[in-house]
């Protein structure tokens, strides 16, 4: 983990409430897919923590969905710095991922499977995604992951764009070695329930202090008590116990 001092270099939006932002500084504490952000806010308490969308050495691309408060607040930001920890939590173990992984992202899910699908095909990997939405207008990034050369397939509940449904509707026929998920919990269970062989989650979870001191991100796990912003925010499917 490091904090450092990072400058605004872009904030746009993508859809009505989902923004990019990039942030020029020291990202060299972020090595793996998975990991996320933890951003202090002029006015407010606790730090908002944000996944990775895209990383190199010299900025940090974020996606973010404006929910409430503080990222209300970074919306308007049209440049400036941001005090930023970075670095946090465990990424995906790519080792396992086989000849033909499958990425699944719903809603604010999607970013961390970019940098993920990334590194998985410049190993060569022949790289499947789903994308999930509520309907089409809140579609963002299908051509990103394009370029990349993976195999996109994108499904909105009210089937407004592609396959309609939700992503265990576009999970049911296709073939792949091993799968990697992020998204809200529902969601997750659905996938854990639909899935055809081992794979990795990334939970999001309210946090405190992001880096594991407060506690405050716990959950059950087959191998005792686990911290979502430290031991996770990745979990294998294996180890997971779903709370009724």
Known sequence: ??????????NVALTENVMRMRLEGDTSAITEAGQ?????????????????????EKAVTIIYKVVGKGTEQMRSMKGGELDVLTGLG???????AGDKPLL???GV???PMYLLAKKLR?????????????????????????ALGCKVTVATADGSYGVKGFVTNAMKDMEYSYFYTCGPEPMLKAVYNESKTSG????????????GACMGCSCKTLYGNKRICKDGPVL??????WEK
Not at 36 to 56: A, H, Q
Not at 124 to 131: A, E, M, R, T, W
């Open 104 to 106: 699944i992202g719903g």
């Open 36 to 56: 996320f952000i933890n951003i202090k806010l002029e006015g407010l308490y606790l730090r908002r923590p944000i996944s990775v969308y895209d990383c190199d």
């Open 109 to 111: 899910g999607v970013p």
């Open 1 to 10: 983990m490091k904090q450092g001092i990072f400058k605004i270099s872009e």
């Open 122 to 146: 410049a190993m060569g990997k022949d790289v499947s995604v789903i994308l999930g939405f509520n309907t089409e207008s809140e579609v963002f990034c299908e051509e990103d992951f394009k």
């Open 236 to 241: 294998v499917k294996e180890e997971i116990i």
């Open 200 to 211: 990795q989650f990334s939970f999001e979870e309210r946090m405190g202090c992001g880096f």
């Open 90 to 96: 465990n990424g995906y173990d790519l080792s396992k």
